[in-house]
Every structure is written in C-alpha cells, then in structure tokens.
C-alpha cells in the first residue's frame, strides 16, 4: 500500500439507454472528508448514495463531484410555469419602480426555482432505478481513477517525504557525532571557563563550588535525549511513509515531535557548530511538515 496526496481529478462517461452520463471529480487538501455535489435538476436522489460510495473510499481531502446526464436522442421539453413567472415579473417591475432597481432580466427570472422545470429523464420506475444504478456505477469507475490519480502524486510525495527524512537523520548523526560533544572537550572548555573566572575574581570565589556548578550546568547542556529521540521519530516517520495508507495526521503529529526536539536541542547546545545543525535541522523539518499537508 501506498501513501495517497489528497490531490487528484478523474472523469468517467458511459451510455445508458440513450442517455450520456459523465462524471468529474476533483480534490484538493482538507482537514477532514467533505464530498460536495453538483447534480443536474431532477437527479438529486442519487446524492446520498453518491456521497456515501465517495466516502467509503478515502479518508481526507474536499471532493468535487459534478454529474453531466445528457439525452442522445430528442430532447426533452422544458416545463414553464406561467403563473410563477408571472408573479416574478410583476414583484420585479414593483421593485423597479419603488426602489430603482435593475430591471429582471429573461434569464434571472428562469433560473428561479419552481419557474423552469425540465422533465425527468426516465419516465417510468424501472427506467428510473436503471439510471440510477448506471449513475452509481459511472461514479464507482470515476472514484477508483481518482484513487490511482491521488496514489500516483502520493507515490512522488512518498519519494520527497522519505529524502527529508533522510536530511534529517544526517542532520542528528551530525549532530552526535560533533567534536564538541566529546567529554574531554567539554571537560576543557568548562575548566577554561572556571580558571579564567577563578583568575578574574582572586580567592572571593570558592573553587570547589564553582566546579559543581559547571558540571550541573554540563549536565543540563548534554543533548543525548533530544539525539536519541530523534532517531526513534525518524524510524517511525519511515515506517509509516513506507506501509502507505491514510497517514497523513499521525505523521504531522509526528513532525511536531521533530519540531520540538530540533527546538530544544538549538536551545540546550553550547557549541555553535550544534547551534546551526539544530537550526538546519528545524529547517528541513518545517518543509517535511508542509509537505505532508498535502498527504491523506
């Protein structure tokens, strides 16, 4: 299984006794699932259904699903009631005179709702449920193309995901591996540090507790944990990106865990070689992160 972006469009048509049925679904980022339809006039029915075949096949992104039903043969006739169109122009005048408003135009008082009817496609209930069935299955074929489409993209964001994530690593081995780190270096620079304080204020400071101050301070400074915590959330963020699925949050929740490690590394080192390898660090983690806003 791969990862999946929540990026994708797919189109899929089909004939259904002598209708054309096409349906195009588009999908862009999301926090959640949202499935939002755009049906033509007389086919609301099929919404339900429609959104819940969408939501048994992904887990995050906003959906686009327009349908297009269309008649091969003679066309059927719209229905225009007289007595509502009517009153819409006469409301419409009332205003225009009263308040200054534009006139209604032709085409604005048609597209008010109960005005113009267009009759339904299928005429009877078997032909009706035949259509629906045909609908439902041109839009299983649009989801399963709209699956491959978001896998391919995620398969590429897979490839960019896992080359941050190998940035990172060597970001932390750099990190545990610098010369800083090293006991006897430390040992040194804190022993400068206490012979130069020691030179500085003569016999007013006490020798014995200024060392155990340094080595507290030694102690506070060491980055051991944030490395090896650093090391176990690059592991996990492999593990996941390479079992695929619908990963996406735990693996943002995980960046933040990267965030706040590179953080407190930048704030605990005492080296500048650490100092900019933590801010390098909280670089390559903050565009992992964005990355992954685009992941399911």
Do not use: Y
């Amino acid at each position: 299984m791969t990862v999946q972006s929540m990026t994708g469009f797919a189109r899929a048509s089909a004939e259904q006794d002598g209708a054309s049925i096409t349906w195009e679904l588009r999908s862009v980022n999301g926090k959640g699932l949202e499935a939002r339809l755009r049906l033509p006039p007389g086919l609301e029915r099929v919404e339900q259904a429609a959104k819940q075949a969408i939501q048994k096949r992904f887990a995050r992104g906003n959906i686009q699903a327009s349908l297009a039903v269309a008649r091969s043969g003679p066309a059927a006739r719209p229905v225009v009631n007289e007595a509502l169109l009517e009153e819409a122009a006469a409301l419409a005048q009332r205003l225009q005179a009263r308040f200054g408003c534009a006139p209604a135009s032709a085409d604005g008082l048609l597209a008010l709702r109960g005005v113009l009817e267009i009759p339904e496609l299928a005429d009877d209930e078997d032909a009706r449920s035949a259509l629906d069935a045909a609908i439902l299955a041109v839009l299983d074929e649009a989801v399963s193309g709209l699956e491959r489409a978001r896998r391919a993209e995620g398969e590429a964001l897979s490839a960019i995901l896992l080359g941050q994530v190998a940035a990172i690593e060597a970001l932390v081995l750099r990190a545990e591996a610098d010369p800083s780190r090293d006991p006897a270096v430390i040992r040194e620079r804190i022993g400068a540090q206490v012979r130069l304080l020691m030179g500085a204020a003569g016999s007013a400071l006490d020798e014995t507790r200024l060392h155990m101050e340094a080595a507290i301070l030694a102690t506070k400074a060491d980055i051991r944990e944030e490395i090896d915590r650093l090391k176990a959330h690059v592991e996990s963020a492999r593990r996941m990106i390479e079992a695929g699925g619908a990963t996406g949050r735990r693996l943002d929740f995980l960046a933040q865990e990267f965030n706040r490690e590179s953080n407190t590394l930048c704030s605990k080192s005492n080296a500048t070689a650490v100092t900019a390898i933590g801010l390098e660090l909280k670089v390559v983690v903050d565009q992992f992160r964005e990355q992954l806003q685009n992941l399911e």
